[in-house]
């Protein structure tokens, strides 16, 4: 069956923008999950969600948001975009809560 | 791919040996840890999982122990391959209903020939 899809795989944005990342699900699926990953910073936790609940949020500013559509697809934005905000952006789904399954990735650079 | 980690503890194995991946997590309160493979350019890979119920798990070439105590795991592979070349993460659940996981900063093992 097919994997975790995130799109597009590389962005490059300019200071001040805004980007919006998208992540497929496996089918099935209805718990995502966002994590940024930074050499600096290893694998963070952003946020989590549920047949379109988020059920927790983790210690970023309110420049990052997501949200979950009713088929499980989920996206996350980024507005005002920072220099710091570089990073590969990953999305991890699983039937509920346990052995989550991670997608390739969007590698996100701000110039 | 671009590194996941520059300053990453690194283990060298030689291919055949066994490998001992050690990680030390925070919460006394985490109930559920996994074990993640990432290779360069791809997201982390499911590896193995253990509940706090459990000491030992074992996989195809891999075993993964918890010591509650001291609140440690380790990731052990038997017998690495070269395609074992790899940054590892243990990640905790801190408790149900947080629906969170906190991974640990890793370590790159290299598998030399």
């Known amino acids: 069956k097919a994997g975790v899809t995130q799109t597009p795989r590389y962005l490059i944005k300019t200071r001040g923008q805004q980007v919006t990342l998208s992540c497929s699900p496996i089918?099935?699926?209805?718990?995502v999950s966002w994590y940024q990953q930074t050499p600096g910073q290893g694998l963070q936790f952003l946020f989590e969600?549920?047949?379109?609940?988020?059920?927790n949020k983790g210690n970023f500013p309110g420049r990052f948001s997501g949200r979950q559509f009713s088929n499980s697809r989920s996206e996350m934005n980024v507005s005002t975009l920072e220099l710091g905000d570089s990073a590969l952006y990953l999305c991890?789904?699983?039937?509920?809560?346990?052995?989550?399954?991670f997608g390739s990735g969007t590698r996100l650079t701000v110039v | 791919g671009e590194s996941v980690g520059l300053h990453l503890p690194t283990l060298s194995v030689q291919e055949g040996d066994n490998s001992i991946i050690n990680c030390a997590y925070s919460?006394?309160?985490?109930?559920?840890f996994i074990w993640y493979k990432q290779e360069s350019g791809k997201g982390p890979q499911f590896i193995i999982d253990i509940r706090s119920n459990m000491d030992k798990r074992q996989g195809q070439r891999v075993t993964v122990l918890l010591n509650k105590t001291v609140k440690h795991l380790s990731l052990q592979i038997a017998a690495t391959q070269p395609g074992d070349s790899a940054v590892y993460f243990c990640?905790?659940?801190?408790?149900?209903?947080?629906?969170?996981?906190?991974f640990g900063t890793g370590t790159r093992l290299k598998v030399l020939a």
């Open positions: 919460n006394s309160a985490s109930d559920y």
């Open positions: 991890a789904s699983s039937p509920a809560n346990y052995g989550y399954t």
């Open positions: 089918s099935g699926h209805r718990s």
């Open positions: 990640a905790e659940n801190k408790g149900s209903g947080t629906y969170k996981y906190i």
């Open positions: 969600y549920f047949s379109e609940t988020q059920r």
